[in-house]
T-cell receptor
Framework: KNQVEQSPQSLIILEGKNCTLQCNYTVSPFSNLRWYKQDTGRGPVSLTIMTFSENTKSNGRYTATLDADTKQSSLHITASQLSDSASYICVVSDRGSTLGRLYFGRGTQLTVWP | EADIYQTPRYLVIGTGKKITLECSQTMGHDKMYWYQQDPGMELHLIHYSYGVNSTEKGDLSSESTVSRIRTEHFPLTLESARPSHTSQYLC??????????????FGPGTRLTVL
């Protein structure tokens, strides 16, 4: 069964600190993995995308890693800001369907305190 | 910010009412999707479309229906709303190109509350 599991479920950190969010998946055949940021009451916005041949991708203060062998990914946020407070969703796409089906994790709810 | 729009953003209605959630995109994307999301839970695909006059049901059973008469427009309709339909509904679209890695662009969502 294709699944995406994220941890922790929620996380509180102080402004300026770093944090790392985890994602494990069982989706096969694997196409790509994205991290989305979803602000409260808004739609998800893509932060990074990685294919099986990429093991790291950065977007400003966000750095994602991918280990396709162990089917794990992480999202590292550096020097957190109050605006980083959001849900971070790991999304894995398979390449076995013409639809390009996406498998969503439940997200990690990050709260950044001043 | 993606060029995909949803209206209304918030809707509170009584049981039994018919409602239509609007979704429009200006990117010329062929594929469009509707997801349902409850707080703290993952997005569930309820409908999708490959293009005009194409609609399919997703993984999560839904009493809603959709139509795709124009490329840019993908409305979702509930004939008789019930409290169990209370949720956030997200619309998305993607280009029909393998080079895009199936990136889906999401609208801001409609928060529906049925009393």
């Amino acid at each position: 069964k294709n699944q995406v599991e994220q941890s922790p479920q929620s996380l509180i950190i102080l402004e300026g600190k770093n944090c790392t969010l985890q994602c494990n998946y069982t989706v096969s055949p694997f196409s790509n993995l994205r991290w989305y940021k979803q602000d409260t009451g808004r739609g998800p916005v893509s932060l990074t995308i990685m294919t099986f041949s990429e093991n790291t991708k950065s977007n400003g203060r966000y750095t994602a890693t991918l280990d396709a062998d162990t089917k794990q990914s992480s999202l590292h946020i550096t020097a957190s800001q109050l605006s980083d407070s959001a849900s971070y969703i790991c999304v894995v796409s398979d390449r076995g369907s013409t639809l390009g089906r996406l498998y969503f994790g439940r997200g990690t709810q990050l709260t950044v305190w001043p | 910010e993606a060029d995909i729009y949803q209206t209304p953003r918030y809707l509170v209605i009584g049981t039994g009412k018919k409602i239509t959630l609007e979704c429009s995109q200006t990117m010329g994307h062929d594929k469009m999707y509707w997801y349902q999301q409850d707080p703290g839970m993952e997005l569930h695909l309820i409908h999708y479309s490959y293009g005009v006059n194409s609609t399919e049901k997703g993984d999560l059973s839904s009493e809603s229906t959709v139509s795709r008469i124009r490329t840019e427009h993908f409305p979702l309709t509930l004939e008789s709303a019930r409290p169990s339909h209370t949720s956030q509904y997200l619309c998305a679209s993607s280009a029909d190109s393998s080079g895009s890695y199936n990136e889906q662009f999401f609208g801001p969502g409609t928060r529906l509350t049925v009393l």
